[in-house]
């Protein structure tokens, strides 16, 4: 069984820090997601990382994706209270066959303090 | 991408009562799923909604709790069958497009069952 594990599991900051979120895995994974969720609202994609050693920056956000495949961080730098929310990595594992299925990790949920 | 259109957005209902949720998405998606998801926390999946067949549940989900239908590429309903409390949670559905690893996912049912 193919199993994410994201850390830390809560964080709660001051505006202007920076922070970074681990998602490991045991496993390769053919892609990662990174997911933001609001309350009352569903995930919303934030980035695809495909290669290995890749690098996105997405504004304030960087995401990397490890060099075998295996983890990925995600790094805020100088948060804002708008970057409140809870923030889920998910792996594509395609060995299932077709696009299978997504393994989400546990999430981190994310307060930013004015 | 895709948007999906998920309702209820929320419901309360009486224990030993059934209720579906509907998903529709507004282009061809190749795979459906229905999550589970407690406020804050991720997200598991309860089964994959195949067209024109029966659905494929993970394991601790059956298909006479949680019957699920998809009539077409577009569309799938998941009924939460003879409710207990402990069946509150918000309920997702999501769609993977042709050749994407990617999923969207609607806005999310919160069910109250009391």
């Not at chain 1, 050693?53 to 997405?58: M, N, T």
């Not at chain 2, 929320?10 to 030993?16: L, P, S, T």
């Not at chain 2, 926390?41 to 659905?55: M, R, V």
């Amino acid at each position: 069984t193919q199993l994410l594990e994201q850390s830390p599991q809560f964080l709660s900051i001051q505006e202007g820090e920076n922070l970074t979120v681990y998602c490991n895995s045991s496993s390769v994974f053919s892609s990662l997601q990174w997911y933001r969720q609001e309350p009352g609202e569903g995930p919303v994609l934030l980035v695809t990382v495909v290669t290995g050693g890749e690098v996105k920056k997405l504004k304030r956000l960087t995401f990397q994706f490890g060099d075998a495949r295996k983890d990925s961080s995600l790094h805020i730098t100088a948060a804002q209270p708008g970057d409140t929310g809870l923030y889920l990595c998910a792996g594509a594992d395609k060995l299932l066959g077709s696009q299978g299925n997504l393994i989400f990790g546990k999430g981190t949920k994310l307060s930013v303090k004015p | 991408s895709a948007v999906i259109s998920q309702k209820p957005s929320r419901d309360i209902c009486q224990r030993g009562t059934s209720l579906t949720i509907q998903c529709q998405v507004d282009s061809q998606v190749t795979m459906m799923f229905w999550y589970r998801q407690q406020p804050g926390q991720s997200l598991t999946l309860i089964a994959t909604a195949n067209q024109g067949s029966e659905a494929t549940y993970e394991s601790g989900f059956v298909i006479d709790k949680f019957p699920i239908s998809r009539p077409n590429l577009t569309f799938s309903t998941l009924t939460v069958s003879n409710m207990s409390p402990e069946d509150s949670s918000i309920y997702l559905c999501s769609g993977l497009g042709q050749g994407a690893a990617e999923a969207f996912f609607g806005q999310g049912t919160r069910l109250t069952v009391v």
